[in-house]
């Protein structure tokens, strides 16, 4: 079936630092794909989101690419602050096999951001 | 901007009562969804909903579960008997009927503790 792989965390970097989050996926067809950032004591946001090979999602500094060929969706930013601290997940659209497009999530990726 | 809210936010409950969670999905909705996430692990599917019938479940969406849409705005998922492994954070999400990334709004969640 299909699943997404996260690199685990905990991430801790200092402020102004460069942020990557490896996420890689194994999916039939050509799911959406999109990371998730949970904040302490919070709920699911959506960070961004990509449809198709070579799209590039951004949102708020951070950027990822759907790469097809390497089957990854990688998180970067180019200069966290404090308040990107956080857990992120990776998430692919599962068709399913009566197109409910469920969501799979990957572990989570824990981010400290050092001042 | 339309969002998804739940309901309570926080829920205690002894062991073998009965819980109901409800949600009110955004209204042009027509796809909705309950996923759990048990503390410090990852968001995990429980089950999608779509023309007042389940579509797609989990294997943790055991006899336990139900949901229902009990009139045009509510989305509720009851667990008939907690155990104490029941005790997760309880997201509900929806989705338009058609859309380019399949993209599902979340809720806050509800916190469920068994005890």
């Known amino acids: 079936g299909n699943s997404v792989t996260q690199m685990e965390g905990p991430v801790t970097l200092s402020e102004e630092a460069f942020l990557t989050i490896n996420c890689t996926y194994t999916a039939t067809g050509y799911p959406s794909l999109f990371w998730y950032v949970q904040y302490p004591g919070e709920g699911l946001q959506l960070l961004l989101k990509a449809t198709k090979a070579d799209d590039k999602g951004s949102n708020k500094g951070f950027e990822a690419t759907y790469r097809k060929e390497t089957t990854s969706f990688h998180l970067e930013k180019g200069s966290v602050q404090v308040s990107d601290s956080a857990v992120y997940f990776c998430a692919l659209s599962d068709q399913g096999t009566s197109g409910t497009y469920k969501y799979i999530f990957g572990t989570g990726t824990r981010l400290k951001v050092l001042a | 901007e339309p969002e998804v809210t739940q309901t309570p936010s926080h829920q205690v409950t002894q062991m073998g009562q009965e819980v109901i969670l409800r949600c009110v999905p955004i209204?042009?909705?027509?796809?909705f969804y309950w996923y759990r996430q048990i503390l410090g692990q990852k968001v995990e599917f429980l089950v999608s909903f779509y023309n007042n019938e389940i579509s797609e479940k989990s294997e943790i969406f055991d006899d336990q579960f139900s949901v229902e849409r009990p009139d045009g705005s509510n989305f509720t998922l009851k667990i008939r008997s907690t155990k104490l492994e029941d005790s997760a954070m309880y997201f509900c999400a929806s989705r338009r009927p058609s859309g380019l990334y399949n993209e599902q709004f979340f809720g806050p969640g509800t916190r469920l503790t068994v005890l």
């Open positions: 209204s042009n909705h027509l796809y």
